[in-house]
C-alpha cells in the first residue's frame, strides 16, 4: 500500500512539473472562472474589428486537439475587445496606466471582420502581489460563448507574449482607436 502511495504521489509531481515546464497550469474548475457574463454590454474598446497579424494571433491560440482540427493556428485573426467598469481608466489611458484589481478585458476573436465569433480569450487581474510575475494577471481561453473552458493559464504563451508589454501594464493597445477616433490600424 505504501509503495502506491508513493507511485501516485511520484506520477502527480511528474505531471505538475511537466505541466509547469511547458508553461501551463493544470485546468482551472469553472467555478474559479472570471465573471464576465453579459461582458458583450461592457464598453467596447474597438467599435471597427482589428486585425491581428498571423505571427501574433497564433500565439494567442490554445490548442487542443478539437481546436487544431477546426483552427488553423496560423490565420490572421479580428478581434474585438471588452473591458469591464473597474478596467475602462486604465484602458483608455493614453499614458501608462496600472489596471486596477478586478479588471476583466475579454477578446473575441473572429476570421472574418463580420464574424462569428469562434473563441474568446479573457485577462483578470488578481491582487496586488499575488503573482508579480504575471503582474497579477489570469488568462483563461473560453469557446465563443464563454461557457466551455479551452484553457487556462497564468503563465505560458499568453505571458510570453504579453511580457513585452510590462510598461502598460502587460496590456495590448494596439487596436485603441486614434485620438482622432479613427480606427487602429494594424501593425504588420
Not at 501551463?24 to 464576465?36: E, R
Not at 476573436?109 to 502581489?129: A, Q
Request: positive net charge; glycine residues 6%.
Amino acid at each position: 500500500m505504501k509503495q502506491l502511495h508513493q507511485t501516485v504521489c511520484c506520477v502527480t509531481l511528474a505531471f505538475v512539473a511537466v505541466a509547469s515546464f511547458a508553461g501551463f497550469a493544470p485546468a482551472k474548475p469553472a467555478s474559479m472562472l472570471p465573471s464576465f457574463a453579459g461582458y458583450q454590454h461592457w464598453r467596447l474598446v474597438n467599435a471597427v474589428p482589428f486585425f491581428v497579424p498571423d505571427k501574433r494571433a497564433a500565439l494567442c491560440i490554445s490548442l487542443s486537439p478539437e481546436m487544431a482540427a477546426k483552427l488553423f493556428p496560423h490565420d490572421g485573426k479580428f478581434i474585438q475587445v471588452y473591458v469591464n467598469p473597474a478596467a475602462e481608466h486604465a484602458m483608455f489611458s493614453r499614458k501608462p496606466a496600472q489596471f486596477p484589481e478586478g479588471s476583466v478585458i475579454v477578446k473575441q476573436k473572429m476570421s472574418r471582420k463580420e464574424g462569428p465569433v469562434e473563441l474568446l480569450t479573457v485577462m483578470r487581474k488578481g491582487k496586488h502581489g499575488s503573482d508579480p510575475k504575471t503582474g497579477d494577471w489570469e488568462y483563461f481561453v473560453t469557446d465563443a460563448s464563454g461557457a466551455k473552458i479551452n484553457g487556462y493559464s497564468d503563465i505560458g504563451r499568453c505571458m510570453a507574449c504579453h511580457a513585452s508589454r510590462k510598461s502598460s501594464d502587460y496590456v495590448f493597445k494596439d487596436y485603441l482607436p486614434n485620438p482622432d477616433g479613427s480606427p487602429a490600424t494594424p501593425l504588420l
